[in-house]
C-alpha cells in the first residue's frame, strides 16, 4: 500500500528519446497552426511570417527552453507548470522580436515604429497561445504515459 501512495506522488520516469521528441516536435506546433489558419502556402507574406514564427519557436525551444525544462524536472512541476513556463518563454522572445523590430532597423520612420509597438497586443496574444500549446504538447510527448506502460508479459 505504500509504495503505491510513494508512485503516485513522484513524477513519472521519462527517456531521453521521448524528451528529445518533444523539443523537436512541440516548437513546430505553432507555425504549423498558423499555416493551416491561413489556409496554406500562399507564397506571400504569410509564408514569410510562418518562417518567423518557426525560427523563433525553435531558437526559444533551445535557448530558453531546454532550461525551463530542467527547472521544471527539478521542481516536479506537472502540466500547468510547464504551460506557465512555456508562456513566459513565449512572452519574453516576442519582446525581443519588437524590441529587434524597433532598435534594431535604423531606416524605421516614427510612424512605422509606432504601429509595431501598437501591434505588440496582438501578438502577446498570438505569442501566449502558440508557446502554451507547444508546452503543453512538449509536456504531452515526454510524460503523458511515461511509466504507465507495461513492458513485456503482464504479471
Not at 512541440?26 to 498558423?34: E, V
Not at 501598437?118 to 503523458?144: D, H, N, Q, R
Request: hydrophobic content about 50%.
Amino acid at each position: 500500500m505504500d509504495t503505491q501512495i510513494d508512485n503516485a506522488n513522484r513524477s513519472p520516469e521519462v527517456s531521453e528519446f521521448r524528451v528529445a521528441c518533444g523539443f523537436l516536435i512541440a516548437p513546430g506546433l505553432p507555425a504549423l497552426a498558423i499555416r493551416a489558419y491561413n489556409g496554406g502556402s500562399d507564397g506571400g507574406l504569410g509564408d514569410a511570417f510562418t518562417q518567423i514564427v518557426l525560427a523563433f519557436s525553435y531558437l526559444s525551444a533551445f535557448i530558453l527552453g531546454i532550461p525551463a525544462y530542467l527547472l521544471a524536472r527539478k521542481l516536479n512541476l506537472r502540466l500547468p507548470g510547464y504551460v506557465v513556463l512555456a508562456c513566459v518563454i513565449g512572452i519574453i522572445c516576442n519582446f525581443l522580436f519588437h524590441a529587434y523590430l524597433v532598435f534594431g532597423n535604423t531606416t524605421m520612420s516614427a510612424e512605422t515604429v509606432i504601429r509595431f509597438l501598437g501591434g505588440a497586443k496582438e501578438t502577446s496574444v498570438l505569442a501566449l497561445g502558440c508557446s502554451a500549446s507547444a508546452g503543453a504538447l512538449l509536456w504531452m510527448i515526454a510524460f503523458l504515459g511515461a511509466g504507465t506502460r507495461r513492458h513485456g508479459p503482464s504479471s
